[in-house]
């Protein structure tokens, strides 16, 4: 168990919807890293927070935004829905935010479906 | 952007069998990370690597920071090595905090 927890596992839902994916970082990281994978793809970085801000930003489309919490719980919303979002999406936590200089943590993922 | 390139892409071995998976990357980095990816989906953080080397079980794991190259052995090898292996990097002239994973190298190994 890594200490990363995302909810839900799984997500259906139909075109043109919007969903909120949710994860709790191990206790003690400060920095919240979100990937998307696509079936049988790598890993495209999305976003990462830092004790609240935002610290780097990928390939992440308009219609997706995130947030970091006081708690440092953060939230991927992904809106207005197409078939081609669907993958599973990953969460990870490191202690530090500068520059990776801490090991990686992975949650379980979401697996988002869009139907 | 820095290129990582992960070979092979995909790898067939027999149980028992001995491996070598390589990382390649375009530009310095500040550190580098091994991923396994199991069938069921999960990541595991296999080694933190910035440069040197570290073993641990049947894995060991060496980078070369100089010359941009990281290899992670496997050896005798098990059904549950299974799953693909990733490498992360984030580089150094980077001003924020990506980590950007290569595309991995697919391990079969056969009972």
């Known amino acids: 168990d890594s200490g990363v927890t995302q909810t839900p596992k799984h997500l259906i839902t139909a075109t043109g919807q919007r969903v909120t994916l949710r994860c709790s970082p191990r206790?003690?990281?400060?920095?919240v890293y979100w990937y998307q994978q696509s079936l049988d793809q790598g890993l495209q970085f999305l976003i990462q927070?830092?004790?609240?801000?935002?610290?780097a930003k990928g390939n992440i489309l308009e219609r997706f935004s995130a947030q970091q919490f006081p708690d440092l719980h953060s939230e991927l919303n992904l809106s207005s829905l197409e078939l081609g979002d669907s993958a599973l999406y990953f969460c990870?936590?490191?202690?530090?935010?500068?520059?990776?200089?801490?090991?990686?943590?992975f949650g379980n993922g979401t697996r988002l479906t869009v139907t | 952007g820095i290129q990582v390139e992960q070979s092979p892409p995909d790898l067939i071995l027999q149980e028992g069998a001995n491996s070598t998976l390589r990382c390649n990357f375009s530009?310095?980095?500040?550190?580098l990370q091994w991923f396994h990816q199991n069938p069921w989906g999960q990541l595991i953080n296999l080694f933190y690597?910035?440069?040197g080397t570290k073993q641990n079980g049947r894995l060991s794991a060496t980078t070369v920071a100089t010359e941009r190259y990281s290899l992670l052995y496997i050896s005798s090898s098990q059904t549950t090595d299974s799953g693909v292996y990733f490498c992360?990097?984030?580089?150094?002239?980077?001003?924020?905090?990506?980590?950007?994973f290569g595309k991995g190298t697919r391990l079969h190994i056969l009972p």
């Open positions: 990870a936590s490191s202690a530090l935010g500068v520059r990776g200089s801490a090991p990686l943590h």
């Open positions: 206790s003690g990281d400060l920095s």
């Open positions: 927070y830092y004790n609240g801000e935002e610290r």
């Open positions: 530009d310095s980095v500040n550190n």
């Open positions: 690597i910035p440069s």
């Open positions: 992360a990097v984030s580089p150094l002239m980077n001003r924020d905090d990506k980590i950007i």
